[in-house]
């Protein structure tokens, strides 16, 4: 059974036509939340980065990422210290910080054709100043309860991880989908 | 009586609606400035990542219609084309079509 990867134009111009000529459609929608290190900070473009620029620094895109400051990432759970490395843009294993995103996959098939659109929306990022106390191996040189920028993913909006179809598209949410 | 005369009228032409996606070789402002003109207001906004590349969605909607712009992100060396989508009237996708 083919099945045919589609950007975002090819993808709605497909189903425009089908449409067109008055065929009943249904697509698929399946919608996933990773959190496995695909997106380091060290390779997201300027634009993204700059919303971390309270925190991370780097020199350029690609280069390592290092805490501007000590924060805690209240998604992962976890504290970093100042100058701690948060992604390393030599050793690609070497992610301490990564950015969590939704994977979102559209699909749809016609006279056993697969048409299939996908597409990551990276969660943003809040940064806030919050008093809160520190973990044990961070103590040296950070007293107690302290005011410290608190770091948290927030998902994106529903708007911007669906596509805008007619009425007439029926489209079921579906948990996984199986390439045959 | 009115008010639900107008929701029905609103219900209709999201019946009517169609879809359009085409590429653009105008700078996103100059489409910004004609949604503006046609009063679409920006709802939401994400960065995606599709086709390996990064995008700034961006979803403008007026009463009816949704209009999404991707635009890519990044030090990009070749001429960037901003993506589209329209869910809206034929006049609309006119409209947006002639700038495009």
């Keep these: 059974m083919p099945f045919y990867e589609c950007n975002e134009n090819h993808f709605i111009e497909n189903l425009r036509r089908i449409l067109e000529s008055h065929v009943k459609v249904v697509v698929n929608r399946s919608l996933i939340q990773h959190d496995d290190g695909k997106y380091g ?5 300027d634009f993204e980065f700059k919303k971390y620029e309270t925190i991370a620094e780097r020199r350029r895109t690609r280069s390592t990422v290092y805490a501007a400051k000590p924060f805690y990432d209240n998604y992962h759970r976890r504290f970093h210290m100042e100058e701690e490395v948060l992604h390393s843009g030599k050793y690609h294993n070497l992610k301490n910080l990564s ?72 489209v079921f949410d579906v948990k996984r989908m199986t390439r045959v | 009586m009115h008010i639900r005369r107008q929701c029905k009228s609103v219900e209709a032409r999201r019946e009517t609606l ?68 329209i869910l809206g009237n034929s006049e609309t996708i006119e409209r947006i079509r002639k700038i495009a």
Excluded at chain 2, 24 to 53: H, M, N, Q, Y
Aim: overall charge neutral; glycine content about 2%; cysteine-free.
């Design chain 2, 18 to 85: 169609k879809l359009k996606s085409m590429p653009s070789f105008t700078p996103v402002r100059t489409i910004e400035a004609k949604l503006a003109e046609l009063s679409f207001e920006e709802v939401s906004s994400a960065t995606v990542v599709s086709d390996g590349r990064f995008w700034h969605k961006r979803i403008f909607e007026n009463a009816s219609e949704t209009i999404t712009v991707s635009d890519e992100v990044g030090n990009v060396i070749y001429m960037k084309d901003p993506v589209i989508t």
């Design chain 1, 41 to 45: 900070l060290s390779f997201i473009p």
């Design chain 1, 99 to 170: 950015i969590p995103y939704y994977k979102v996959e559209y699909t749809f098939s016609i006279w056993k054709d697969t048409y299939t659109h996908s597409f990551d929306v990276l969660f943003t990022p809040g940064i806030k100043l919050e008093k809160r106390g520190v973990p044990q191996h961070a103590k040296d040189n950070i007293a107690n309860d302290v005011l410290i920028h608190t770091l948290n993913f927030l998902p994106p909006d529903e708007k911007s991880i669906k596509l805008s179809l007619p009425k007439s598209v029926l």
